[in-house]
């Protein structure tokens, strides 16, 4: 399934990706890091929102992400 | 819809600042959590760091405390450069502003000329939780002593702060929280203002003015390059609400013969209604129709769930101003 | 008038100082009886009287010296007189002409403040500003038992003693906000609510100026010496009502306001120090000559 990239809050509508935590092809628990990303106020982690193998990631390292886009994929194996 | 990527505003009001403290060894920044941690918006981030812990002062979490202290910093020659934390958190600090820093030039017969800046994050639209949204400049904007002023891009901001800590009286200033780390906004007439206190008229425009202030001025622009062709919409960003620029809302008045009021605060006894009145008192000849003003119902700012239906967006002000050319 | 310099002021007065801390106490009773007088044929339009508060006042100011910038509340006239505002400049406010009638710079005496409790985040503002800038920032403030209630003189002590900011208190508790007495005010002593914001006091009966100036000469050198704040809380007694449109006999007793006026320190110390011979009848006339002119000049100025 597609996972958007989340709200960061107070306003803020985009953050800069880090890295990828999660690999493509790792399993993932709710709850775990999936990216590092750099708001304009702070370093923080995008985490998993549910359970599953992550089957492909939608930005590389560097890019600016905007809420709502689209940032990875999921299946509940 | 033609937008532009500039710096931030939170980025634009941190240089500003970093100048400011560094030609006027008086200025000094006073605020809960604005040292450490840069504040809860970063928008002093680093100026602790380069300017030292007596000139950005992590202040009590007490409004009064920084608002009372900087009236006496200022009069032992300081220029405090306050922040409160969320626009809802200012009412404690409202009595020393008004019966204290907004009267103190008067009352030492002009002795004393206090140039004090509390800068306010205003406004909603980030889904902020109970007090973090509101906008209440328009309670400043009545009283004499205190001037008002309401940027909407970071390079106003910079223009009215560097002004501001000269003026030698209290500057009340409302920095729109959701426009902090907004970098695309709508584009703008780049028509420079006349002065530092001048409104600005930032789309040219025949069909209707539209004079408004504040983060709103990004979705009145948006809504005015929407109508591009149709309608041709004038807007006046007016920048400061006390004193108001009126003969800049006249004068497009005047082009135009039609004015909508557009802004966050509630309607009632707002900015609008004495900027309808002045207009009714000097340009009536002028106005091809009534006119009118499109801000919130006088209720309090509601959750967050519900804060698309209080705030005006891009598509009531089309409408309007249809309704008003039509 | 000349103030001595600091260095000079021992901690308990000399003979000089004694007959001085007299002299201020009877000049501002004549200065606050005019008031009183020209409020009657409807010169002034208010008057708050500090009469019974005397000691309290010309003690504090004496101990304290000329050096300290003082953000009074808006009953200090004898402070007023003392540092060297003029009658005529102190009436005017009273009188409508100006919100401040003198020169706050010149005599260090700052604006009287009508809104409790506010100058005391100013005090501590300007301490620390002034400290900042390498400038004199000992400061004294003058509130009233009344104005303790008031929000901002918490955050004041609590400022000081946070930011050790070289600030006198003094708090003349005289007993009642305007018709609400000190035990319905507060549980404990002011002197005692310092200490937990970790503020060092003192709570000293305020019939005598000697004994006022003793605690304020200490307490000034605490200020100075720690470079911190310190409070003193001053018992006294109001004689007149809170101000010239306020009806005490309402609201107390007979009894209670013939005993305050039974203590009344300005006739006490006259007779003290006439007592121990430092002052004579030619020297009361003296003064009585001084404060008939000044009196006639205010007359002159304002009917």
Known sequence: MDMHVPGFGHGLGEALLIEWVAGVGDRVERGDAIAVVETDKASTEIVAEREGRVTAHCATAGEILKSGELLYRLTAD | ???????????????????????????????????????????????????GKDRVRDALLAESTIVGQAVGMAMSGLVPVCEIQFDGFTYPAVNQLVTQAARIGGRW?????????????????????????????ALFARLPGISVACPSTGEDADQILRYAVTLGSPVVMYEPIRLYWQRNTPARAPEPARSPTA???????????????????????????????????????????????????????????????????????????????????????????????????????????????????????????????? | MALKSESEYATDPDSDTRRSLLRHMLVARGIDEEARQLHKQGALDLWPSCQGQEAAQVGSALAVGPAPTVFPSYREHAVALLRGVTPDELFAQWAGRTFCGWDPRRVRFFPYTMVLAA???????????????????????????????????????????????????????????????????????????????GIESVRVPGQDPETVYSSCSRAAAHVRGERAPYLVEIQVGRIHGHSTSDAQEVYRTPDDIAQTRAADPVPAYAARLSGLGLVDTAWFDAVDEEVRELRERLTKEYV
């Open chain 2, 1 to 51: 819809m033609s937008t532009v990527r500039s710096a931030s505003l939170a980025e634009s009001i941190n240089t500003a600042l970093a100048d400011l403290l560094e030609q006027e060894p008086r200025l000094l920044l006073l605020g809960e959590d604005i040292g450490r941690l840069g504040g809860v918006f970063r928008v002093t981030r680093g100026l602790q760091e380069r300017f």
């Open chain 2, 109 to 137: 017969n002009g002795q004393v000329s206090p140039s004090l800046v509390v800068r306010i994050p205003t406004g909603g639209g980030f889904r902020g939780v109970e007090h973090h949204s509101e906008s209440n400049e």
């Open chain 2, 199 to 326: 409104a600005r008229v930032v789309r040219r425009g025949t069909d209707l003015t539209i004079a408004t202030y504040g983060a709103i001025t990004h979705e009145v622009l948006e809504a005015a390059h929407a109508l591009d062709p149709d309608v041709d919409v004038e807007v006046v960003d007016l920048r400061w609400v006390a004193p108001l620029d009126m003969d800049t809302v006249l004068r497009s008045v005047a082009r135009t013969g039609r004015l909508l009021i557009v802004h966050e605060g509630s309607k009632d006894v707002g900015i609008g209604a004495e900027i309808a009145a002045a207009v009714a008192e000097r340009g009536f000849d002028a106005l091809r129709g009534p006119v009118r003003r499109l801000a919130p119902d006088r209720r309090p700012y509601p959750p967050a769930d519900f804060e698309k239906g209080y705030l005006i967006g891009v598509q009531a002000i089309k409408d309007e101003v249809l309704v008003m050319t039509k």
């Open chain 3, 119 to 197: 100058q005391t985040l100013h005090a501590v503002g300007y301490s620390i500003g002034q400290r900042l800038q390498g400038l004199e920032d000992f400061v004294v403030v003058y509130i009233g038992d009344g104005a303790t209630s008031e929000g901002d003189m918490s955050e004041a002590m609590n400022l000081a003693a946070v930011e050790s900011a070289a600030v006198l208190f003094v708090c003349q508790n005289n007993g009642w906000a305007i018709s609400k007495p000190a035990e319905e005010q507060m549980r404990t002593s002011v002197a005692e609510r310092a200490r937990g914001f």
